[in-house]
T-cell receptor
Framework: DAGVIQSPRHEVTEMGQEVTLRCKPI?????LFWYRQTMMRGLELLIY????????DSGMPEDRFSAKMPNASFSTLKIQPSEPRDSAVYFC????????????FGSGTQLSVL | GQQVMQIPQYQHVQEGEDFTTYCNSS?????IQWYKQRPGGHPVFLIQ?????EVKKQKRLTFQFGEAKKNSSLHITATQTTDVGTYFC????????????FGKGTKLSVKP
C-alpha cells in the first residue's frame, strides 16, 4: 500500500520566493493534516481538512501561509513570500473516518529558506 | 491553552538498560496515542490507549494510561539500538474529538 506521499523531499529557496509543498493522502482517508516540526516548537498543527473542506486553520502562522485541497487525493501548502523563520520540516498526515486520531504521516518536506 | 508535557526531553542509555518516558496532559483525555520518529524519519503510530488504567504491551514496550486519564507512560525493557528515536505522546485537543496535540517528545539514544 502506498502511504502518504509528499513532494518535494527537500526544498532550498531564497527569502521572498514562493514555496509550494504537495501531499497525496492515503486513498480512502478523508482527513488530512499539515504539521510543521521544529526543534524549538515541536510538532505544530497548521491546518486540518475533512472531506476536502478546511475545518481548522487556527495554526496557520500568518497570511503568508495558505493551503488547499481541491480533491480527495491532493493537497498543497503554499508559503508566499517565504522567510528564513519558515525553515522547518513540514509533514502531511491523513486518517480515516473510522479511526480519525490514528495519523499516517508522509516522509515530510525539509524546507530551508536562505 | 491545553498542554501535553513529556519528560525527560533526552535519555541516553546503555544497550540492555530499561527506558521510561512520561506524558502529562493539563486536561483529561478521552484517549492518548504514542508515536515513534526515527532520526530523519517521520512519526509512526505505535498505539492508542482509551481506558482508565489501561496497560498494553508490544513486545518489549509497555504503555500505560493513568487512572485519571491525564498521564501516560511508555516503558522499554532491555533497550536495543533499534529503539533509537524520539517518542511522542499525543492527545485530542479539548480532551476529546479534537485535533491531536503532540508533546515535545523524548529523544532516546542507545549506546551499543
Amino acid at each position: 500500500d502506498a502511504g502518504v506521499i509528499q513532494s518535494p523531499r527537500h526544498e532550498v529557496t531564497e527569502m521572498g520566493q514562493e514555496v509550494t509543498l504537495r501531499c497525496k493522502p492515503i486513498s480512502g482517508h478523508n482527513s488530512l493534516f499539515w504539521y510543521r516540526q521544529t526543534m524549538m516548537r515541536g510538532l505544530e498543527l497548521l491546518i486540518y481538512f475533512n472531506n476536502n473542506v478546511p475545518i481548522d486553520d487556527s495554526g496557520m502562522p500568518e497570511d503568508r501561509f495558505s493551503a488547499k485541497m481541491p480533491n480527495a487525493s491532493f493537497s498543497t501548502l503554499k508559503i508566499q513570500p517565504s522567510e528564513p523563520r519558515d525553515s522547518a520540516v513540514y509533514f502531511c498526515a491523513s486518517s480515516s473516518s473510522r479511526d480519525r486520531e490514528k495519523l499516517f504521516f508522509g516522509s515530510g518536506t525539509q524546507l530551508s529558506v536562505l | 491553552g491545553q498542554q501535553v508535557m513529556q519528560i525527560p526531553q533526552y535519555q541516553h542509555v546503555q544497550e540492555g538498560e530499561d527506558f521510561t518516558t512520561y506524558c502529562n496532559s493539563s486536561t483529561t483525555l478521552s484517549n492518548i496515542q504514542w508515536y515513534k520518529q526515527r532520526p530523519g524519519g517521520h512519526p509512526v503510530f505505535l498505539i492508542q490507549l482509551v481506558k482508565r488504567g489501561e496497560v498494553k504491551k508490544q513486545k518489549r514496550l509497555t504503555f500505560q494510561f493513568g487512572e485519571a486519564k491525564k498521564n501516560s507512560s511508555l516503558h522499554i525493557t532491555a533497550t536495543q539500538t533499534t529503539d533509537v528515536g524520539t517518542y511522542f505522546c499525543a492527545g485530542p485537543e479539548g480532551g476529546s474529538q479534537g485535533n491531536l496535540i503532540f508533546g515535545k517528545g523524548t529523544k532516546l539514544s542507545v549506546k551499543p
